[in-house]
């Protein structure tokens, strides 16, 4: 099971692709938690990535295609993976292409989630994630603050710099402009799922299972 989530940022990736990961028993890779991960820990690329993200634009297309061949070459994702947050642009498609190429990955597909941008913004507002597991939970439907712990592992609970509101709609452009296109590239090799991501979670994590359930995805 190779998938690709896409959508825009607040569909609701990272929450799918956890419940995901659990049911397929494949590994979760997220570019945003893994620039989050090097930021944490200063490193000279997360010091990049963190102004970068804090300003909603996209890390350099060069330094993606690096992390993301890295990750993809390593024995954990032999028998999948879930890749959360990237291609993001047509060169890191590209680049993707080439990374599947020479590490012989011939099959996959890309899940695309959608939703309209006044819900995006709705959720993103009341987001918060564990800093320690990386769950996430919706303070008006989880019923939690950024003072409360995490209601599954008790770790602390923190809102993301980039879901503040003005950064939010940046987000949404640069979306708009350069991810957005990406997922014709992915149309012309009919590879892709479309999914209503403005269901609940459940709703939303029954309908995929069902949809893959009808796929080839050895
Ligand atoms: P996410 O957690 O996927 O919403 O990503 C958070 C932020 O990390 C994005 O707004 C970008 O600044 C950066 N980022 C994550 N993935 C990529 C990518 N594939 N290309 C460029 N920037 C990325």
Redesign the pocket.
Known sequence: MRLLLFGP?GVG??TQAKLLSEDYHIPHI????L??AAADKRTELGKR?KA??EA????P?DV?NGIVREALSSKKVASGFLL??????LP?AKALAKIFGDLKIVKYWVLNLSLDDEEIIRRLGNRVVCRKEGRIFSMEEDGVTFASPCPVCGGELYQRD?DKPDTVRK?LQVYAVQTAPVIEFYRGAGVVVDVDGANSIDVVHREIRLLLGDLDTR
Do not use: N
């Open positions: 940022p990736k990272g997220s570019t945003g938690d620039l989050r990535a970068i993200m909603g634009q996209l890390v297309d993606m959360d947050g990237f291609p993001r642009t890191q980039d987000r």
